[in-house]
């Protein structure tokens, strides 16, 4: 894959509303556009700990034992859509339990699908002498889109109001809700 074709492929799946982006979003629509930066090692440490595994050994691990594939599909299946559930119940209202933390982020990234994507179809080989420029493309991306997330999250929270974020989330955990749902028919038709 062309280097062109390789920054469009991850921007137009890095740019796709997934359960990062919307957390991203959300906090920056609580707590303003510094709270992103604040949680970009995270977002970023779960794509590695997801990517890098993968890229080395994904493949094979998935072509040896394809069960392998439906236990992460659920899993990710099951964190989106107790996020879902989580966004929709806690309401407006910021507390202690149910802030946007490094953490939710940092798990968040690990189970997104967007991971797995980016591990076994966009990324060459480590091997590769691609493979390091690419992921070095890869993590600026990913930090522009999740700025770009926490900018529009911002944006959207600058004349907020209670009932304005109660919607907002709660279109959030609808939308998480759809792509919980989308994941665990892939695995249903797998």
Do not use: C, H
Not at 35 to 52: C, H, K, M, R
């Amino acid at each position: 894959m062309t280097y062109s074709a390789y920054v469009f492929a991850v921007l137009a799946l890095l740019a796709t509303p997934g359960p990062t982006n919307t957390l991203v979003g959300l906090a920056a629509l609580r707590k303003g556009l510094r709270s992103t930066v604040q949680l970009l090692p995270a977002e970023l440490g779960g794509y590695f700990t997801t990517i890098l595994p993968l890229t080395l050994l994904g493949a094979e691990i998935i072509s040896k034992w394809p069960a392998v594939s439906v236990l992460v599909k659920a899993a990710a299946a099951s964190w989106v859509l107790y996020l879902a559930v989580k966004l929709w119940t806690i309401g407006a209202y910021v507390g202690r339990y149910d802030e946007i933390t490094i953490r939710r982020v940092y798990f968040t990234t690990l189970l997104n699908p967007k991971a797995l994507v980016f591990a076994l179809v966009l990324l060459p080989p480590p091997t590769d002498e691609r493979f390091l420029p690419k992921l070095g493309i890869f993590v600026l991306l990913a930090v522009s889109m999740a700025i770009a997330w926490g900018g529009l999250g911002a944006l959207l929270g600058s004349q907020k109001t209670q009932t304005r974020l109660l919607l907002i989330q709660r279109v959030s955990s609808v939308w998480l809700a759809i792509v919980a749902t989308t994941l665990i028919l892939g695995i249903i038709r797998s």
